[in-house]
């Protein structure tokens, strides 16, 4: 088929040939690549009328991919109205001679009278962004009921916006657009694309995608009843400027947990101006905050603590993570002196061997024994970037737990007790990592270094010898010291693991209760320090890990974990009773107790769950792993509704085969809708705080030092959208594919 040129309607006219029905019908397969043809990069091209001029192009549907684009007149611009105008037509009445084009060199005036005397389309010169915006919808209503497929490229906004979540989930800065290399890839493989330029990807997209995240996230914050938060602060250490990081866990209505980042922003280090900072950032995203649940997890420090007073949390808990590392650091391993002498020793070895690298290296270039190995010397490496990163915790004396206290009168003993002066970052502080007098504070920076001399026994020893310094080196008996720690430790770190999931719950916290008290039983083979740091460890579990109401409560509601629960029915039954009546009474819904429903027997939830489970079958995660070693079995029932009371007994006793790993799937089955939204509050209360520690993960990626001149609040923007972005797009884009015709 070929498409001749015409400059206006007469010459089309007259030109008019006889097209067969085969012709006609790929008709359909051209489209329109907006933009100027050989002209100015179209981010500099401001006239609106580029949104539908450009190269005559048409799709082969034999071939794949980009192949099957091919390009049928690059010398003249094409109307994408009139081709669109034609392809509306019946199959039998389509004429390509109806489409308009002109060349090269028309000027934009000329192809806006055409956009205006054809299709009463008025391209205004002066237009304001939603002038523009409103000419966009107008030109693009006839294309908007068309297949994606048959669509040349995303609308400008979309390939924008698109971009920029590319370089903010990525990490990159924004000056990324000016690469040689992106713009090359670009215009050889794409050139109807253009790359917008980086103030343009600030001014007119970065914000304008940040507030509507923003908006988001409240919508979706104020559709719950009971929020989690979870907050922490962290220095950058490039800059010393102190942030604190606030996320929220929540669970909607289908019962799916969430957990979106709310904000990481500076804060002055002093104890009012981070219980106002948290107070001003929980307003901005929850309004009516008063009229929530909300529970706190943190690091327990005193700032944190009084935050969570002011804001008026059920009860607040420190995180698994801070608690395991002031349990096996002041409260174990710290107090050990031989094992304190030990770890000094090891970091020594360590140094030494990193200031003679240079003649460790030239051994492993110029020797073929392999004593020295490649491995080695970048553990070596390795080794000095992990001391250079060790933040040493400044112990916060006053700090504990009552077990047997609830929220109010946990925060009444802790201002009890003296505590120490909050200055400067309450949480870390600095240290000379190559000081021989300092230890890696970190436990987990210690597990690292000792399994890295217990990779590399035999070379640590070799290259001591060969550096002429084997004074530093581990005697026989302080080998077998480290390999023991080395074992005791990994348990924890498995613990530092489970919870590093998206979404955890307090009932957490018996299972890691169950499992240290295990690991810390002493076996008649073990040394004098280790004995010592499983008294230790054991001496203050409760202290570090209480059993407070919460965490007996979020342990009951949780049915793969109720079996951890050393009290008795009635106690449970009680306990479960009379929180369920404060929900209800607390709630502005209507009293549960009073509600007929219509529930699934356990017959039918089991018929469900067998159906489901024949279908898939996943390994066992690490949690029900710990479940099937700590708890006992219990009764089964088969009646699932009567009164209150009742209903709890019943879920008291009810077991299943295989439990969910997530409780918030056995919660949505409807069996049990009395103690569901008790669930529903009880679960949104996090045991971790690493959610909102990874949060300074990628806003140290911003803050680096190579980026020192990027603003704060670029990196608090870039960071929202990198995290919470799935809200908006990821849906957006999935309903485009479900509404798109199956081929």
Same mark, same amino acid.
């Given at each position: ?38 002209? %100015? ?23 794949p991919g980009d192949a099957s684009v091919v390009s049928l ?11 669109? @105008?034609?392809?509306?037509? &019946? ?12 060349? /090269?060199?028309?000027?934009?005036? *000329? ?70 290399g992106l713009n090359y890839f670009f215009s050889k493989n794409? &050139? ?159 140094? /030494? ?41 400044? *112990? ?9 206290? +609830? ?8 201002? =009890? ?10 949480? =870390? ?95 008649? @083979? ?8 499983? @008294? ?41 009773? @009379? ?18 429903? *219509?529930?699934? *027997? ?13 279908? /898939? ?13 700590? =708890? ?24 299943? +085969? ?45 803050? =680096? ?10 990196? /608090?923007? %870039? ?21 798109e015709p199956k081929v």
């Amino acid at each position: 088929m070929n498409v001749e040129p015409c400059e206006d309607a007469a010459s089309a006219a007259a030109g008019a040939v006889s097209l067969s029905v085969d012709e006609r019908m790929k008709i359909a397969l051209l489209f329109v690549k907006p933009g100027k043809i050989g002209g %100015l990069a179209r981010s500099r091209e401001k006239s609106e009328v580029w949104t539908c001029f450009g190269e005559l192009c048409y799709r082969d549907p034999d071939q794949p991919g980009d192949a099957s684009v091919v390009s049928l007149d690059a010398s003249r611009h094409y109307c994408l109205v009139c081709l669109e @105008n034609v392809k509306s037509q &019946p199959e039998l009445l389509r004429d390509v001679n109806q489409l308009q084009s002109y060349s /090269t060199a028309t000027s934009t005036a *000329t192809l806006a009278e055409h956009l205006h005397t054809k299709h009463s389309i008025q391209i205004c010169k002066n237009a304001t962004d939603d002038m523009r915006g409103k000419k966009r919808e107008m030109l693009t209503t006839s294309l908007m009921a068309m297949p994606s497929s048959l669509l040349p490229i995303t609308g400008n906004k979309d390939l924008n916006e698109d971009f920029l979540l590319w370089l903010a989930l990525d990490m990159d800065p924004l000056s990324t657009v000016k690469n040689n290399g992106l713009n090359y890839f670009f215009s050889k493989n794409f &050139p109807y694309l253009s790359i917008p330029d980086e103030s343009t990807l600030w001014r007119n997209h970065a914000m304008k995608v940040y507030h509507r995240l923003v908006s988001s996230v409240k919508s979706e914050l104020a559709s719950v009843a009971s929020i989690g938060l979870m907050f922490h602060g962290w220095t950058n250490k490039n800059t010393g400027t102190y942030y604190i990081g606030l996320r929220a866990q929540f669970i909607q209505d289908d019962w799916t947990g969430k957990v979106v980042m709310l904000s990481i922003k500076p804060c002055t280090k002093d104890v009012s101006s981070i219980i106002d900072h948290l107070k001003n950032e929980v307003i901005c995203f929850i309004p009516d905050y008063a009229n929530k649940v909300l529970y706190a997890t943190h690091d327990g420090t005193d700032a944190m603590i009084r935050a969570s007073e002011v804001l008026h949390v059920k009860s607040w808990n420190c995180g698994i993570e801070p608690a395991l590392h002031h349990l096996l650091t002041e409260d174990s391993l710290g107090r050990v002196s031989n094992l304190v002498s030990l770890l000094c020793k090891c970091k020594s070895i360590f140094r /030494t061997l990193y200031d003679e690298l240079d003649t460790l290296e030239e051994y492993e270039q110029n020797s073929c024994d392999q004593k020295v190995s490649p491995e080695f010397i970048e553990s070596i490496i390795n080794m000095k970037k992990l001391f250079d990163a060790e933040i040493c915790y400044v *112990t916060n004396e006053g700090y504990f737990y009552n077990a047997e206290a +609830d929220s109010c009168n946990m925060l009444a003993e802790y201002r =009890s007790v003296k505590c120490k002066e909050f200055i400067g970052d309450q949480c =870390s502080k600095r240290t000379d990592s190559w000081s021989e007098k300092d230890i890696l504070v970190n436990w987990i920076s210690s597990l690292e270094m000792i399994n890295g001399l217990l990779s590399f026994q035999s070379e640590v020893i070799f290259a001591l010898q060969l550096v002429g310094k084997i004074k530093p080196c581990l005697q026989p008996h302080e080998w077998i010291l480290v390999e023991e720690l080395s074992k005791f430790l990994g348990t924890f770190l498995a613990l530092n693991e489970l919870v590093s999931t998206q979404t955890t719950s307090l009932s957490l916290i018996p299972l890691i209760r169950a499992e240290i008290a295990d690991s810390c039983k002493v076996n008649c @083979n073990d040394c004098t320090e280790l004995t010592e740091v499983k @008294n230790l460890v054991l001496k203050n579990l409760n202290k570090r890990f209480p059993v407070t109401s919460s965490t007996r409560l979020a342990t009951l509601l949780d049915p793969a974990t109720k079996g951890l629960c050393n009290s008795s029915t009635e106690e449970t039954v009680e306990l479960l009773y @009379n929180a369920a009546t404060e929900a209800s009474n607390s709630s502005s819904l209507i009293d549960p107790f009073n509600l007929i429903v *219509t529930v699934k *027997t356990v017959d039918d939830v089991d018929l469900d769950s067998k159906n489901s489970e024949s279908e /898939t079958c996943e390994p066992i995660s690490k949690k029900m792993k710990l479940v099937q070693k700590h =708890s006992g079995a219990c009764v089964t029932w088969t009646t699932p509704h009567c009164n209150q009371r009742e209903e709890i007994r019943k879920y008291i006793k009810y077991t299943d +085969d295989k439990f969910e790993d997530d409780p918030l799937a056995f919660w949505k089955k409807g069996q049990f809708p009395i103690l569901a939204e008790l669930a529903k509050s009880i679960l949104s209360q996090s045991a971790s705080s690493a959610q909102a520690e990874h949060i300074f993960s990628t806003a140290e990626m911003h803050l =680096s030092a190579k980026r020192s001149c990027l603003p704060s609040y670029r990196a /608090t923007c %870039l960071s929202f959208i990198r995290d919470n972005y799935k809200i908006n797009f990821t849906s957006r884009r999935e309903h485009k594919i479900k509404q798109e015709p199956k081929v």
